[in-house]
Antibody, heavy 114, light 110 residues
Framework: QVQLVQSGAEVKKPGASVKVSCKAS????????INWVRQATGQGLEWMGW????????GYAQKFQGRVTMTRNTSISTAYMELSSLRSEDTAVYYC???????WGQGTLVTVSS | SYELTQPPSVSVSPGQTARITCSGD??????AYWYQQKPGQAPVLVIY???ERPSGIPERFSGSSSGTTVTLTISGVQAEDEADYYC?????????????FGGGTKLTVL
């Protein structure tokens, strides 16, 4: 069965970077884009961008351009999302989701606090 | 930037029909998707491409589209359907189809 398993919770200081991983199984990793979506506590879903695991091509939401980098390691079917220059407003649960967002990871809580 | 508009809340009694709307100018040209999210859980896709239902999703969930509005209908609502529901579509005005979410609708089962 399709599974996306994300890395564990992180606590970071303002100005630092965080890198979240998303390990895919149950399907051919390179056949579907990976999207990243975040959700602050009590708030709605916010799309951050996508990555094509086959080509490595990416597309980022304008809000995150310059601060987000999405990469992959096809040998271990894992996608990564790195967000830099963290601020308190980046505290949220970060999700990866396959293709047309039909399967989602369990989420990774990133807390930014001094 | 492109927006999708949902009502903040909808309330229904068990066994009744719940309808959640989502409005957006690009909806006549782009497919809509619906997600159910329960507290502390990741979203789950319940409707894709306006009206298709993924395997494992109960038949009481259905989707429809008319002009700039799409609707998620839950027939015979059950207590377990109480959740937040998000519509999603794409903004094709840029160089790539940016994903856009509605603000979410909290469905309360009375």
């Amino acid at each position: 069965q399709v599974q996306l398993v994300q890395s564990g919770a992180e606590v970071k200081k303002p100005g630092a970077s965080v890198k979240v991983s998303c390990k895919a199984s149950g399907y051919t990793f390179t056949s579907y884009d990976i999207n990243w979506v975040r959700q602050a506590t009590g708030q709605g879903l916010e799309w951050m961008g996508w990555m094509n695991p086959n080509s490595g091509n990416t597309g980022y939401a304008q809000k995150f351009q310059g601060r987000v980098t999405m990469t992959r390691n096809t040998s271990i079917s894992t996608a990564y999302m790195e967000l830099s220059s963290l601020r308190s407003e980046d505290t949220a649960v970060y999700y990866c989701a396959r293709g047309d967002l039909d399967y989602w990871g369990q989420g990774t809580l990133v807390t930014v606090s001094s | 930037s492109y927006e999708l508009t949902q009502p903040p809340s909808v309330s229904v009694s068990p066994g009744q029909t719940a309808r959640i709307t989502c409005s957006g100018d690009a909806l006549p040209k782009q497919y809509a998707y619906w997600y159910q999210q329960k507290p502390g859980q990741a979203p789950v896709l319940v409707i894709y491409k306006d009206s298709e239902r993924p395997s494992g999703i109960p038949e009481r969930f259905s989707g429809s589209s008319s002009g700039t509005t799409v609707t998620l209908t839950i027939s015979g609502v059950q207590a377990e359907d109480e959740a937040d529901y998000y519509c999603q579509s794409a903004d094709s005005s840029g160089t790539y189809r940016d994903v856009v979410f509605g603000g979410g609708t909290k469905l309360t089962v009375l």
